[in-house]
């Protein structure tokens, strides 16, 4: 049976009402499915009435000590559970889980070199729990991770939930076909930043280098779609990007950017 591995960001959860729409949209889709999801503003919104001020370098959260308590309490508590109550209640029997329950998501601090980026996790699709994502898919539960994963020495580490997608994906593509699915803001990989209609529907990789090249693709697009293309090499049977409202339409093949 084929998995579907659909990550959500941001411009999602920090809305109640796509929030809900996408979920009843996501607990439609037949066969094996793992929803991995990011943070959204609600952390930094939260963090700022615990006086806890966000600290980004390059568009990536510091995640120094305080930061760590408070995306565990926000991502693997408040905003995974809301999360897997909601999906209960359409009938997808979903269980929510950090990296570190049953070991599935070991991950390295990421080392000090220019930036210092506190508790940050890298994940290896080699050391993912596979066997154990499988065995709660064939037991009819559909897994729903948090960007949160481990060190295997009782610490937690912050970890970009596009990355945990990614190596979630690869890890399960040597036990099934794989189909992994991006879901943001726009209709997907566009030729004209201005024009939301200007979707490219297919790609290779020697497309996503010629439009690089011509800088028609530019900034945080370009490493979504370099992930892309490495979850590709390592087994995944296509990739999607698109707009989190056509969930259905995406994985059907009628809307995003589809990479093979």
Not at 29 to 41: A, D, P
Not at 85 to 113: H, M, W, Y
């Amino acid at each position: 049976m084929e998995l579907t591995v659909v990550k959500i960001g941001g411009n999602v959860i920090d809305d109640k009402a796509k929030l809900s729409s996408f979920l009843e949209a996501f607990a439609a889709v037949e066969g094996y499915k793992i929803l991995v999801h990011g943070g959204g503003k609600i952390a930094t919104d939260i963090g700022r009435k615990l006086n806890i001020e966000p600290n980004y370098v390059n568009g990536r959260r510091i995640t120094d000590e305080p930061t760590l308590d408070l995306v565990t309490m926000v991502y693997g508590g408040l905003i995974n559970k809301n999360i897997v109550a909601e999906l209960q209640s359409f009938g997808c029997n979903a269980i929510g889980l950090t990296g570190a329950d049953g070991a599935v998501l070991p991950a390295t601090k990421r080392p000090v070199k220019d930036i210092d980026y506190g508790f940050v996790g890298d994940v290896n699709s080699d050391n993912v729990n596979g066997t154990l994502i499988k065995t709660f898919l064939q037991h009819g539960l559909v897994p729903v991770f948090a960007p949160l994963t481990y060190d295997g020495k009782g610490r937690l580490l912050n970890t970009n939930a596009d990355t945990i997608a990614q190596e979630i994906a690869k890890a399960m593509a040597q036990f099934m076909p794989v189909e992994l699915v991006y879901c943001f803001e726009k209709k997907g990989v566009l030729l004209d930043a201005a024009d939301d209609n200007s979707v490219i529907n297919s790609m290779t990789i020697a497309d996503f280098n010629e439009l690089k090249e011509k800088e028609i693709i530019t900034g945080g697009m370009i490493p979504k779609l370099e992930n892309a293309f490495v979850a590709i090499d390592k087994g995944v049977e296509k990739v999607i990007i698109g707009h989190a409202d056509e969930l259905s339409a995406l994985i059907s093949g009628k809307s995003g950017t589809c990479i093979r």
